[in-house]
């Protein structure tokens, strides 16, 4: 059994990465201080540091969180670019550049990044940009760990359980299971793999 940080546990993608990580300790961090075991704020240094401090001994960490601006791209200001850009890529790098100081020998992370990066949809250049430098940044750091120490990104499309939500802005996506995407967490946290994309698409 592992301990594992997951952040993000009570939302849709959260909700599919807790159910490939069932036979682990799992922590709970998110920015509700009510709604998990520890607070944390991913665009916060210090707070990432505080939170992996707390917790103390664990062996992954899974984030399942990074908040994008939507719109159309020449209308976007550069507030909306560098809140995506603070949350989805540098939040999850800094999960990483600060999170190896504190994780296991061996341990793992496992980030988030998305299908729109390799099929766009209007309204989503933020997003798809920062999922597209996260998925380099995993396979290219993934050289660099120290301690033996793991990185994989889950690039998955559009969740069944989030459809009512997105599915207007993603007309021809077919939406997948989040048991299928929480496989491809557990592959991550439990397998040997580094470097490495985990796709998880209907076709």
């Known amino acids: 059994m592992k301990t594992i940080i997951l952040i993000g546990a009570k939302g849709k993608m959260g909700q599919a990465a807790l159910s490939g990580l069932g036979k682990h300790k799992v922590i709970t961090a998110g920015r509700s201080a009510a709604d998990y075991d520890f607070q944390v704020d991913i665009t916060s240094e210090e707070s990432l540091r505080k939170l992996y401090k707390e917790v103390g001994h664990f062996d992954a960490v899974v984030n ?4 994008c601006e939507y719109a159309n791209f020449t209308e976007m200001t550069e507030e909306q670019w560098m809140t995506t850009i603070m949350s989805k890529m ?9 999170g190896q100081e504190y994780i296991a020998d061996k341990g793992s ?4 990044t998305g299908i729109l990066n390799t099929k ?9 940009t920062t999922s597209g430098a996260i998925d380099t940044f995993v396979k290219c750091v993934a050289f660099e760990m120290p301690r033996g120490i793991r990185i994989n990104s889950i690039n ?5 359980e989030a459809w009512d939500v997105y599915g207007e802005m993603m007309p021809g996506f077919e ?3 989040g048991r299928l995407v929480g496989k491809a967490f557990e592959r991550s946290v439990d397998g040997f793999i580094t470097g490495q994309v985990l796709f998880v698409d209907a076709y």
Do not use: H, K, Y
């Open 120 to 128: 766009p949809i209007p309204f989503a250049i933020a997003d798809a």
């Open 156 to 160: 998955p499309t559009v969740l069944e």
């Open 175 to 177: 939406p997948v299971p």
């Open 64 to 67: 399942t969180v990074g908040v």
């Open 90 to 98: 540098m939040g999850q790098i800094n999960l990483v550049r600060i």
């Open 109 to 112: 992370f496992t980030l988030i």
